[in-house]
T-cell receptor, first 113, second 117 residues
Framework: SQKIEQNSEALNIQEGKTATLTCNYT??????LQWYRQDPGRGPVFLLL?????KEKRKERLKVTFDTTLKQSLFHITASQPADSATYLC????????????FGSGTRLLVRP | GAVVSQHPSRVICKSGTSVKIECRSL??????MFWYRQFPKKSLMLMAT?????????EQGVEKDKFLINHASLTLSTLTVTSAHPEDSSFYIC?????????????FGQGTRLTVV
């Protein structure tokens, strides 16, 4: 069956450390993968997109890797801040001709001051 | 970035009534919008693809007659929950794709919290 898995348990880290979140998928062949941030009671906000032919993408303190052999993406936040506390969702796209996105359930990140 | 506005942000309705949720792309034209449903601490579940000027495409298991979608213009899609029941209570979110010169990106509305009593 098709699955997208993200750690369901919250990730609790100290301010200044690097947060690493994982997204694994099975039986999908995405052309790209996206990461979103979602705050409680709000819609997701786009952070980064990485395509299947890209290994790594960076944007300010964010870094995403994409391993299509392992079917895994890692999302890193360096020098984390309490304001980074939120739920982070990965989403797979480009599996057909539409712009459909299939989302993981998200991982909640808590950054302690 | 581009803005997608969703209205209302919260609505409480009685069982058996219908509720309409609007999704507008404020500064770009969106031929395709998507409607999602999200339960607490769960993933966004895609309900349907809203296509401007044509019928929506529903995901498996989503009742077309229950969740009516209308995409009458390039900037507006509406989702109507008909004959609402308490089990329809959820967080509904729309998204629209912005196709720029350099990138294609999904922008999400702020969501609508529906409570059916």
């Amino acid at each position: 069956s098709q699955k997208i898995e993200q750690n369901s348990e919250a990730l609790n880290i100290q301010e200044g450390k690097t947060a690493t979140l994982t997204c694994n998928y099975t039986n999908y062949s995405p052309a790209y993968l996206q990461w979103y941030r979602q705050d409680p009671g709000r819609g997701p906000v786009f952070l980064l997109l990485i395509r299947e032919n890209e290994k790594e993408k960076r944007k300010e303190r964010l870094k995403v890797t994409f391993d299509t052999t392992l079917k895994q993406s890692l999302f890193h936040i360096t020098a984390s801040q309490p304001a980074d506390s939120a739920t982070y969702l990965c989403a797979l796209g480009g599996m057909d001709s539409s712009y459909k996105l299939i989302f993981g359930s998200g991982t909640r990140l808590l950054v302690r001051p | 970035g581009a803005v997608v506005s969703q209205h209302p942000s919260r609505v409480i309705c009685k069982s058996g009534t219908s509720v309409k949720i609007e999704c507008r792309s404020l500064d770009f034209q969106a031929t395709t919008m998507f409607w999602y449903r999200q339960f607490p601490k769960k993933s966004l579940m895609l309900m349907a693809t809203s296509n401007e000027g044509s019928k929506a495409t529903y995901e498996q298991g989503v009742e077309k007659d229950k969740f009516l979608i209308n995409h009458a213009s390039l900037t507006l899609s509406t989702l109507t929950v008909t004959s609402a029941h308490p089990e329809d209570s959820s967080f509904y979110i729309c998204s629209a794709f912005y196709r720029g010169v350099m990138n294609t990106e999904a922008f999400f509305g702020q969501g609508t919290r529906l409570t059916v009593v």
